[in-house]
T-cell receptor, first 115, second 115 residues
Framework: AQSVTQLDSHVSVSEGTPVLLRCNYS??????LFWYVQHPNKGLQLLLK??????LVKGINGFEAEFKKSETSFHLTKPSAHMSDAAEYFC?????????????FGKGTHLIIQP | DTEVTQTPKHLVMGMTNKKSLKCEQH?????MYWYKQKAKKPPELMFV???????INESVPSRFSPECPNSSLLNLHLHALQPEDSALYLC??????????????FGPGTRLTVL
């Protein structure tokens, strides 16, 4: 069985300061991990993914995430927040089943950017 | 190109109407998905088509009827819906790989309101 816990339902940062969105997972197998972003009334956009290659993954719009197996974590970071980063972020884990059969979504973290 | 398109963007229907949602991708993907997303919640899987065959139906009421006419198109036929069916309906596609590396790409969604 697999699960995903996004540790914060809301995160608020000032524009230009670093962003940290936390995600812990559990999986019986070697999982793939994804971060998706959803702007209001939009679909989900893939930010980045980890699929057992490099543990530090770089994504779009300056985001990156580090897979830490010992800590079962896959936290999302960005050095400097921009107003356009305000959105909902979902951490997703996929293990041996793959595709939708093996996908588990976190509950989401709402990122607020203060001017 | 990782684009999934959905039409219409918005749909308002009465409980006795029949309508259809349409999803299209031209990435050569062989798996396509319908999700339902309520406000401030992660997406919930409804149906999966793999190689144009329905492979997963997550106990969705029969008033939702999926159809996959070919490998690029996915429809969701709606009939006799209830107000609680109002939500954002998301389509996604993936290569259809076995295992956890299969990555889903989402469309922008159809915002459905049932009166």
């Amino acid at each position: 069985a697999q699960s995903v816990t996004q540790l914060d339902s809301h995160v608020s940062v000032s524009e230009g300061t670093p962003v940290l969105l936390r995600c812990n997972y559990s999986s019986s197998y070697s999982p793939s991990l994804f971060w998706y972003v959803q702007h209001p009334n939009k679909g989900l956009q893939l930010l980045l993914k980890y699929t057992s290659a490099a543990t530090l993954v770089k994504g779009i719009n300056g985001f990156e995430a580090e897979f830490k197996k010992s800590e079962t974590s896959f936290h999302l970071t960005k050095p400097s927040a921009h107003m356009s980063d305000a959105a909902e972020y979902f951490c997703v884990v996929s293990d041996i089943g793959g595709g939708a059969d093996g996908l588990t979504f976190g509950k989401g973290t709402h990122l607020i950017i203060q001017p | 190109d990782t684009e999934v398109t959905q039409t219409p963007k918005h749909l308002v229907m009465g409980m006795t109407n029949k309508k259809s949602l349409k999803c299209e991708q031209h990435m050569g993907h062989r798996a396509m998905y319908w999700y339902k997303q309520k406000a401030k919640k992660p997406p919930e899987l409804m149906f999966v088509y793999s190689y144009e065959k329905l492979s997963i139906n997550e106990s969705v009421p029969s008033r939702f009827s999926p159809e996959c006419p070919n490998s690029s198109l996915l429809n969701l036929h709606l009939h006799a819906l209830q107000p609680e069916d109002s939500a954002l309906y998301l389509c996604a596609s993936s290569q259809g790989l076995a295992g956890p590396t299969d990555t889903q790409y989402f469309g922008p969604g159809t915002r459905l309101t049932v009166l």
